[in-house]
């Protein structure tokens, strides 16, 4: 079946704009996560939905960064007056558990955001 | 695709022999701690998880030995072969998931 898909692949933005970065996760998962990943390094957390409901948004770096998945399935991650060290891979990642269930977690390709 | 982890710590093994990568956490609390395996230019991908409360988990070529004691995690891998070649990071539960810093394992013929 299709895994979890993310959409563009490769973005360029110009310092100061906004983008949006978009995650289709597997159909009926219930826990859907963001990370960052910088170049040579692990995926760092940013924020957790299970189904709409946004229960840890902690590893959110600043203001700038906004995520809503408003139906329980696609979910967006928004950067708002992108900076260079908004550089990095975003990556979507989707579980068929929520809470204390198995911590088993499919990831998508990720998004490379390039900040110029 | 782009390369993943360009400055990691580098494992050298030689096909057919085992490897075993290592990785130390921190929080106590987590309730389970997971390895992933990511290829240049794709997501990680999951490879085996062990519970908090358990020391030993066996897969497909795969061991995972945990030890509380000293907050250490290792994956074996039996009979290593090319396609094992990838950058492999641990990961722990507690309030969200932190993972390592990953260990990059390079299979020679």
């Known amino acids: 079946g299709a895994g979890v898909s993310q959409s563009p692949r490769y973005k360029v933005a110009k310092r100061g704009q906004d983008v949006a970065l978009r995650c289709d996760p597997i159909?009926?998962?219930?826990?859907l996560f963001w990370y960052q990943q910088a170049l040579g390094q692990g995926p760092e957390f940013l924020t957790y939905?299970?189904?709409?409901?946004?229960?840890?948004k902690s590893g959110l770096p600043s203001d700038r960064f906004f995520a809503e998945r408003p139906e329980g399935s696609v979910s967006t991650l928004k950067i708002q007056r992108t900076q260079q060290e908004d550089s990095a891979v975003y990556l979507c990642?989707?579980?068929?558990?929520?809470?204390?269930?198995?911590?088993?977690?499919?990831f998508g390709p990720g998004t490379r955001l390039t900040v110029t | 695709g782009e390369s993943v982890g360009l400055h990691l710590p580098t494992l050298s093994v030689q096909e057919g022999d085992n490897s075993i990568i290592n990785c130390a956490y921190s929080?106590?609390?987590?309730?389970?701690f997971i390895w992933y395996k990511q290829e240049s230019g794709k997501g990680p991908q999951f490879i085996i998880d062990?519970?908090?409360?358990?020391d030993k988990r066996q897969g497909q070529r795969v061991t995972v030995l945990l030890n509380k004691t000293v907050k250490h995690l290792s994956l074996q891998i039996a009979a290593t072969q090319p396609g094992d070649s990838a950058v492999y990071f641990c990961?722990?539960?507690?309030?969200?998931?932190?993972f390592g810093p990953g260990t990059r394992l390079s299979v020679l013929p």
């Open positions: 159909s009926g998962h219930v826990s």
């Open positions: 990642a989707s579980s068929l558990w929520g809470g204390t269930g198995r911590p088993e977690q499919y």
């Open positions: 990961a722990e539960r507690g309030q969200n998931f932190v």
């Open positions: 062990i519970r908090s409360n358990m």
């Open positions: 939905f299970q189904n709409e409901a946004q229960l840890d």
């Open positions: 929080n106590s609390a987590s309730d389970y």
